[in-house]
């Protein structure tokens, strides 16, 4: 980046929007190219501004399909985001992450909070509140240990969320705490924990982490009432 890190501003909320933008515009090292609403500009425009950084109040604009599976939107490679004003809540957070943001500030961050934020990015850093890096070493440690195993529990036929339940049972978490790391409704992680238990073959969820750790490190399969 040059001298000045070049910022565009699309927020949703307009006393944001324009309240970031009026701060911004008196930091000599930081430069507004524009400051409008999602829907008033493109993905292409956004590109074409010049700008370094985009602030955003939203994950929506940046991905093609919400719907989809998270991964990197093109958005997000041209220039660095900055999500503010956040919800606390880690789901978005991950999300955000894996969509290639750099930048993550909560709805209680202040105004120097929030241009502390936007600089650190500026910079080529990233940024997140401090309670959020145990969150960031939570996932990756729960990535870790579902990988090897992932190959054995695809011969039993799990699902991908049933797959993402392994390593928090393993963690020890309950059926309520699952339900809310996933925003997932209680009795949901029960029809699902329950389908893991007939699949695997285990009598309780305190078997399921072990047998597929078991299954990850022998190439023997134990027979049981069930077709696996």
């Known amino acids: 980046m040059g001298s000045k890190a070049r910022v565009f501003v699309l927020c949703c909320n307009r006393l944001l929007r324009e309240s970031i933008a009026r701060i911004l515009s008196k930091k000599t090292d930081l430069e507004i190219v524009a400051s409008q609403a999602p829907g008033s500009a493109s993905r292409e425009e956004i590109v074409d501004s010049g700008a370094d950084l985009l602030v955003l109040d ?95 529990r695809a011969k039993w036929g799990l699902t991908r969320r049933e797959q993402q339940l392994i390593p928090l049972i393993g963690r020890g978490l309950s059926n309520k705490e699952i339900a809310n790391h996933l925003s997932l409704s209680e009795q949901t992680v029960k029809n699902h924990i329950y389908r893991i238990l007939r699949k695997v073959g285990v009598p309780n969820r305190l078997s399921v982490f072990e047998a597929c750790q078991n299954q990850a490190s022998s190439s023997s399969t134990k027979t049981t009432g069930y077709s696996i």
């Open 58 to 152: 939203s994950l929506q604009f940046l991905f093609e399909n919400p719907k989809s599976p998270p991964a990197l939107p093109a958005l997000s490679r041209s220039l660095a985001c900055v999500l503010v004003a956040m919800e606390n809540d880690h789901n978005r957070f991950l999300t955000a992450i894996r969509g290639g943001v750099r930048g993550y500030v909560l709805q209680e961050a202040s105004a120097s909070d929030v241009v502390a934020a936007i600089r650190t990015v500026a910079e080529g850093q990233v940024v997140c509140p401090s309670g959020y890096t145990q969150v960031l070493f939570d996932f990756v440690a729960a990535q870790a240990g579902e990988l090897p195993n992932r190959q054995r």
